[in-house]
């Protein structure tokens, strides 16, 4: 098992594999559950809302039986209809004051803010639970530049709302981040592996 009990370590937040079956989806999060200590949860949140329903509740029960709370991207409606813990925003601070309002104060409401500090205060003032920096490594999809290691420095040296690092995440970069990132997410770095929990142990033992 993954060894989060150094001071100051990271935890573990786990993005969960798209276009898969339901069944392969239960099997493998299942198996990464059982053998990480993993702290919150994250699913899609784009897709017909029948099928997304359906997955939400899946995912729930898999996830809650083992005390990780689970998020969902965006939608807050389905968030609150299927018992979620709380929402994902990709938008930055835009819409956190709506999805606090309409989940509550006990729901986790996360805002993606690619590599805006600007845009990070903002959502935290606005009452995000936590801020979310990437891609951290480079990537294939769009223009993104890189989240600077230095945004993650100085984020958790002046702000106390937590910091999740996440995108293109390697071995090496896992290692710079742990002093100063909250959280750091992982999730297609290993899915596509055979094995995806010995995955996250080779990419966690940085």
């Known amino acids: 098992m993954t060894d989060l009990t150094v001071p100051d ?5 786990l993005i969960a594999p798209v276009l898969v079956s339901e069944t392969e989806l239960s099997d493998r999060l299942a198996a990464v559950l059982d053998t990480h200590p993993v702290a919150c949860l994250r699913l899609p949140g784009s897709g017909d809302e029948a099928a997304l329903g359906r997955l939400a509740d ?3 029960d898999i996830a809650h039986a083992r005390d990780v709370a689970v998020v969902i991207d965006n939608h807050v409606a389905l968030a609150r209809a299927h018992g979620l813990d709380g929402v994902h925003l990709t938008d930055g601070a835009r819409t956190v004051r ?3 309002k309409e ?3 006990d729901a986790i409401v996360g805002a993606f803010c690619g590599t805006s500090r600007h845009e990070g205060m903002n959502a935290g003032e606005a009452g995000a639970d936590y801020v979310a920096f990437g891609p951290c490594g480079a990537t294939l999809l769009g223009n993104a530049e890189p989240a600077p290691i230095d945004l993650f420095q100085w984020w958790s040296e002046m702000i106390e709302v937590p910091v999740v690092a996440e995108g293109a995440l390697d071995p090496g970069l896992v290692e710079k981040l742990w002093p100063v ?4 997410a992982v999730g297609p770095e290993i899915w596509s592996a055979d094995d995806p929990s010995a995955a996250l ?3 966690w033992r940085a």
């Not at 370590?9 to 937040?13: D, G, M, S």
Request: hydrophobic residues 50%.
């Open 58 to 60: 899946l995912v729930r």
């Open 98 to 100: 709506y999805a606090r």
């Open 9 to 13: 370590a990271p935890q573990l937040y």
């Open 201 to 203: 142990a080779r990419l």
């Open 103 to 105: 989940l509550g104060s």
């Open 181 to 184: 990132a909250d959280f750091i």
